[in-house]
C-alpha cells in the first residue's frame, strides 16, 4: 500500500492510518525521482561520450604529428651527412686537382768544396852576390780572402710540373682518381703517349729502341708528356700513375729504355705507386718520339 507524502508529513495521521489498516498489510516507501532528474541525466552522458570521443580524437592527432615530425627529422639527419660526405669529398678532389705551386722558390744547394790550390814550386837559387847596402823595400799586405756566399739556383723548368704529379700519384687509391687525372691532363695540356713496338727487335745484336704513338684516352696511355716551356718540340714526360707497373710493361712498355727505376728484371711484384725524381726528356720529330733523356722513378707497392 503506497501512503501519500500527505500523510508523512503529519506524523498523528500516520500513525491513526496504521492503526486503521487490516493485519498484516505493509507499508510502501514513498517514491522518489533520484537526485538529478532523468532528462539531466542523459544530457550529462551524452556529454561524457561526445567529450571522449574529442579525447580520442585528440591524442590520435597528437600522435600522427609527432610520428610525421619524427619522419621529416630523420629526413633532415640523412642529407646533413650526404652533404658533409659531399663537402669532404669535393675539398679532397680539390686538393688533387689544384695542389701549391712551388715554381719560383730558389733551392739553395751545398757549397762546393773548393778544389785544392796548386803547390807553388820554389824558384831556383841564384848565385849569391855582395849585397849593396840599400833601402829596405816595405811590401803591401795581402788582402784577407772574402768569404764566399751561398749560391742559389733556380729549380728547373719543369720541378713544378713534378711536384704535381708526384702529390697526384700519391692519391691514385682515392674514389674516383681517374676523374682527377683526367683533370690534370686537360689543365696541363699533356699528351699522352704509348709504346707500341720496338725498333730493330728483329735484327740479331741490334739495340732495339721502343716506338711511341699519340693515346687519345687517359685510361689507355702509358706516358705524359708535358710539353717544355720556350723549348720547341721537347716534353717532359712521366708515367701513368693509374696503371701498376709490372715486369710486361718494364720489358714491353719500352719502361726500361725511358726510366730508371729500382725494378728487379723477372720480378714477380706488381707495383701500384710510382713516384718521379727526374722526368724523361723526349724530342718530338715529324711523328717520331725519341728518348733524349731517360728520367729516375722509384717504385713502391
Given at each position: 500500500?503506497?501512503?501519500?507524502?500527505?500523510?508523512?508529513?503529519?506524523?498523528?495521521?500516520?500513525?491513526?492510518?496504521?492503526?486503521?489498516l487490516p493485519h498484516g498489510t505493509a507499508l510502501a516507501a514513498p517514491e522518489q525521482d533520484g537526485v538529478l532528474p532523468p532528462v539531466l541525466r542523459?544530457?550529462?552522458?551524452?556529454?561524457?561520450?561526445?567529450?571522449?570521443?574529442?579525447?580520442?580524437?585528440?591524442?590520435?592527432?597528437?600522435?600522427?604529428?609527432?610520428?610525421?615530425?619524427?619522419?621529416?627529422?630523420?629526413?633532415?639527419?640523412?642529407?646533413?651527412?650526404?652533404?658533409?660526405?659531399?663537402?669532404?669529398?669535393?675539398?679532397?678532389?680539390?686538393?688533387?686537382?689544384?695542389?701549391?705551386?712551388?715554381?719560383?722558390?730558389?733551392?739553395?744547394?751545398?757549397?762546393?768544396?773548393?778544389?785544392?790550390?796548386?803547390q807553388k814550386v820554389p824558384p831556383p837559387e841564384l848565385p849569391k852576390e855582395t849585397p849593396k847596402e840599400t833601402e829596405p823595400v816595405l811590401s803591401?799586405?795581402?788582402?784577407?780572402?772574402?768569404?764566399?756566399?751561398?749560391?742559389t739556383v733556380k729549380r728547373s723548368v719543369w720541378q713544378g710540373f713534378v711536384d704535381d704529379f708526384n702529390n697526384l700519384a700519391q692519391s691514385v687509391?682515392?674514389?674516383?682518381?681517374?676523374?682527377?687525372?683526367?683533370?690534370?691532363?686537360?689543365?696541363?695540356?699533356?699528351?699522352?703517349?704509348?709504346?707500341?713496338?720496338?725498333?730493330?727487335?728483329?735484327?740479331?745484336?741490334?739495340?732495339?729502341?721502343?716506338?711511341?704513338?699519340?693515346?687519345?684516352?687517359?685510361?689507355?696511355?702509358?706516358?705524359?708528356?708535358?710539353?717544355?716551356?720556350?723549348?720547341?718540340?721537347?716534353?717532359?714526360?712521366?708515367?701513368?700513375?693509374?696503371?701498376?707497373?709490372?715486369?710486361?710493361?718494364?720489358?714491353?712498355?719500352?719502361?726500361?729504355?725511358?726510366?730508371?727505376?729500382?725494378?728487379?728484371?723477372?720480378?714477380?711484384?706488381?707495383?701500384?705507386?710510382?713516384?718521379?725524381?727526374?722526368?724523361?726528356?723526349?724530342?718530338?720529330?715529324?711523328?717520331?718520339?725519341?728518348?733524349?733523356?731517360?728520367?729516375?722513378?722509384?717504385?713502391?707497392?
Amino acid at each position: 500500500m503506497k501512503i501519500d507524502r500527505k500523510w508523512m508529513a503529519c506524523p498523528g495521521r500516520l500513525i491513526a492510518a496504521t492503526l486503521l489498516l487490516p493485519h498484516g498489510t505493509a507499508l510502501a516507501a514513498p517514491e522518489q525521482d533520484g537526485v538529478l532528474p532523468p532528462v539531466l541525466r542523459d544530457v550529462m552522458v551524452v556529454l561524457a561520450l561526445v567529450l571522449a570521443v574529442l579525447l580520442l580524437i585528440a591524442v590520435a592527432v597528437l600522435w600522427s604529428m609527432q610520428h610525421h615530425y619524427r619522419a621529416r627529422l630523420a629526413v633532415l639527419d640523412r642529407l646533413t651527412n650526404d652533404m658533409k660526405a659531399v663537402t669532404a669529398e669535393l675539398r679532397s678532389l680539390q686538393s688533387l686537382i689544384l695542389p701549391p705551386s712551388l715554381d719560383d722558390l730558389p733551392i739553395e744547394l751545398p757549397k762546393e768544396p773548393e778544389p785544392p790550390e796548386p803547390q807553388k814550386v820554389p824558384p831556383p837559387e841564384l848565385p849569391k852576390e855582395t849585397p849593396k847596402e840599400t833601402e829596405p823595400v816595405l811590401s803591401s799586405p795581402e788582402p784577407e780572402p772574402q768569404e764566399k756566399e751561398p749560391t742559389t739556383v733556380k729549380r728547373s723548368v719543369w720541378q713544378g710540373f713534378v711536384d704535381d704529379f708526384n702529390n697526384l700519384a700519391q692519391s691514385v687509391d682515392v674514389p674516383k682518381a681517374d676523374v682527377a687525372c683526367e683533370n690534370f691532363a686537360g689543365l696541363q695540356k699533356l699528351v699522352l703517349l704509348d709504346c707500341i713496338a720496338h725498333s730493330g727487335a728483329a735484327i740479331k745484336g741490334s739495340q732495339a729502341e721502343p716506338i711511341f704513338a699519340v693515346e687519345k684516352s687517359v685510361k689507355g696511355s702509358v706516358y705524359w708528356a708535358w710539353p717544355i716551356p720556350k723549348e720547341k718540340d721537347r716534353y717532359a714526360v712521366v708515367p701513368n700513375p693509374i696503371i701498376s707497373y709490372d715486369d710486361n710493361l718494364h720489358r714491353e712498355g719500352g719502361m726500361k729504355e725511358t726510366f730508371a727505376s729500382n725494378f728487379e728484371n723477372g720480378a714477380a711484384s706488381v707495383y701500384r705507386h710510382v713516384s718521379v725524381k727526374f722526368p724523361a726528356i723526349f724530342k718530338k720529330e715529324g711523328e717520331k718520339w725519341k728518348i733524349e733523356q731517360p728520367g729516375l722513378i722509384r717504385l713502391e707497392e
